[in-house]
């Protein structure tokens, strides 16, 4: 029997390879190598198989991210890499597995009709983590909050310039992403922090 979460991991993989719109029950089944009887335990349908595609995306590249920057805490890395390492990890990979997907508008277009509460509640979490590192290094005196700055106003802005990036116009290059997340953090950090290492 597989489980819920080796099931999830499979659904992300059909959801890039098949889309969205015009995949079936039956279709993912066969996609995850299940039966479509397995596929109907687990889920009503394809949008609650949808749903717990995008909530295990971003609760993994949430958890990975502030995993890597809680490494670079504590091993004093520069805090514009930092944040920009933080970033491109939970927005960039991402943002680099869809860009290779045929369907990346479609799969994007259903997240958002279908998963948007979800999305919320990763942003909500993935800033209330985020801000505990600013707090962390202000702790440290790596970083100083300009006055009435608080350590939410700047992960809100980091996540805003993130999310920000991935929807620009013209597109970003994956390849570069990394890249513009760090020349945001390095606007949003002068503009709102004073750093030093």
């Given at each position: 029997?597989?489980?819920?979460t080796?099931?999830?991991?499979?659904?992300?993989?059909?959801?890039?390879?098949?889309?969205?719109?015009?995949?079936t029950?039956?279709?993912?089944?066969?996609?995850?190598?299940?039966?479509?009887?397995?596929?109907?335990?687990?889920?009503?349908?394809?949008?609650?198989?949808?749903?717990?595609a995008?909530?295990?995306v971003?609760?993994?590249?949430?958890?990975?991210?502030?995993?890597?920057?809680?490494?670079?805490?504590?091993?004093?890395r520069?805090?514009?890499?930092?944040?920009?390492g933080?970033?491109?990890?939970?927005?960039?990979?991402?943002?680099?597995?869809?860009?290779?997907?045929?369907?990346?508008?479609?799969?994007?277009d259903?997240?958002?009709?279908?998963?948007?509460?979800?999305?919320?509640?990763?942003?909500?979490?993935?800033?209330?983590?985020?801000?505990a590192?600013?707090?962390?290094?202000?702790?440290?005196?790596?970083?100083r909050?300009?006055?009435?700055?608080?350590?939410?106003?700047?992960?809100?802005?980091?996540?805003?310039?993130a999310?920000?990036?991935?929807?620009?116009?013209?597109?970003?290059?994956?390849?570069?992403?990394?890249r513009?997340?760090?020349?945001?953090?390095?606007?949003?950090?002068?503009?709102m922090a004073?750093?030093?290492?």
């Amino acid at each position: 029997m597989v489980s819920r979460t080796e099931l999830a991991t499979r659904l992300i993989d059909a959801f890039l390879d098949h889309g969205y719109t015009t995949v079936t029950m039956t279709d993912l089944a066969a996609a995850v190598a299940v039966t479509r009887r397995t596929m109907y335990n687990h889920f009503r349908s394809k949008r609650e198989a949808l749903r717990l595609a995008i909530e295990t995306v971003n609760a993994d590249a949430v958890a990975v991210a502030v995993a890597q920057g809680w490494v670079g805490v504590h091993e004093g890395r520069e805090v514009v890499e930092l944040f920009a390492g933080v970033l491109d990890t939970r927005y960039g990979t991402t943002r680099r597995r869809l860009a290779r997907s045929a369907y990346a508008i479609d799969l994007n277009d259903q997240a958002f009709r279908h998963c948007r509460d979800l999305m919320v509640a990763s942003a909500i979490d993935f800033q209330q983590k985020l801000a505990a590192l600013i707090d962390d290094l202000e702790a440290r005196g790596r970083l100083r909050l300009q006055p009435g700055i608080r350590s939410s106003d700047l992960a809100q802005a980091l996540a805003d310039g993130a999310r920000g990036t991935n929807q620009s116009l013209p597109p970003v290059e994956p390849g570069q992403l990394y890249r513009r997340y760090r020349a945001i953090v390095a606007a949003l950090l002068y503009g709102m922090a004073v750093g030093s290492n």
